[in-house]
């Protein structure tokens, strides 16, 4: 494949880590566009910050921990992540203390980005 036929894709994940099988959904989607070499952004929005926090714990529902599927990320080539700024000042979460490294945006920089993708797949 020609690098001018790869597509560059953005995952946007706006809902929380367990309350429904959306942001394990868009994970998966993630991980299936990098798996064909396709270039893959992902973005936390909304409650979609939330998916960062190192400290989940999903044993007591019985669902596959969230944190561990985004630590498999760079071994697709998904390195760059973004936050959302807002979401993550109005959760009080500090990004220097989140275990992934993340880019925030705010407003006009999430604007851009969505707007430089080819693809933008929201969950």
Known sequence: MQIEDKKSSLIVLRKTPYGSSLSRSALDVALATAAFDQPVNVLFMGDGVLQLLPT?????????NVAKILASLPLYDIETLFADAGALARYNINPAELTLPITTLDASGMRELLHNHDHVLGF
């Open 56 to 64: 989940q714990d999903s044993t007591p529902i019985e669902k596959k």
